[in-house]
């Protein structure tokens, strides 16, 4: 089993930056492994946001984030960062961190994903 622990969310003004982290334990992580960000604003469905593979850092966006937000792995500590730059208050919404074993690639839909977080709250003021 996995168990996914996130933190860093907050209260931001809009052009701030924030950092959260999602921190994995449980089983041990391999090539056939990746964690991604998603998140949830109310009334709406969960949408991908950030994916990075395990053991080969491959990293893939979502078009609305690109370029602001940076998703990174920390060895030595098992925890994947997503450091959001450039915040606006569209990015307002719960961000769940989520797991799975996987053959390759990008997988935007979060059906797919087993593992997930309790999730942190982003806030960004105007």
């Known amino acids: 089993q996995v168990q996914l622990v996130e933190s860093g969310g907050g209260l931001v003004q809009a052009g701030g930056s924030l950092r959260l982290s999602c921190a994995a334990s449980g089983r041990s992580f391999n090539n056939y492994f990746a964690l991604a960000w998603f998140r949830q604003a109310p009334g709406k469905e969960r949408e991908f946001v950030a994916q990075?593979?395990?053991?080969?850092?491959?990293?893939y966006y979502a078009d609305s984030v690109k370029g602001r937000f940076t998703i990174s792995r920390d060895d030595a500590k098992n925890t994947v960062h997503l450091e959001m730059n450039s915040l606006k208050p569209e990015d307002t919404a719960v961000y769940y961190c989520?797991?799975?074993?996987?053959?390759?690639?990008?997988?935007?839909?979060?059906?797919?994903?087993?593992?997930w977080g309790q999730g942190t709250q982003v806030t960004v003021s105007s």
């Open positions: 989520a797991g799975r074993y996987y053959s390759g690639g990008v997988d935007y839909n979060a059906r797919d994903y087993n593992y």
């Open positions: 990075i593979g395990w053991t080969s850092r491959n990293t």
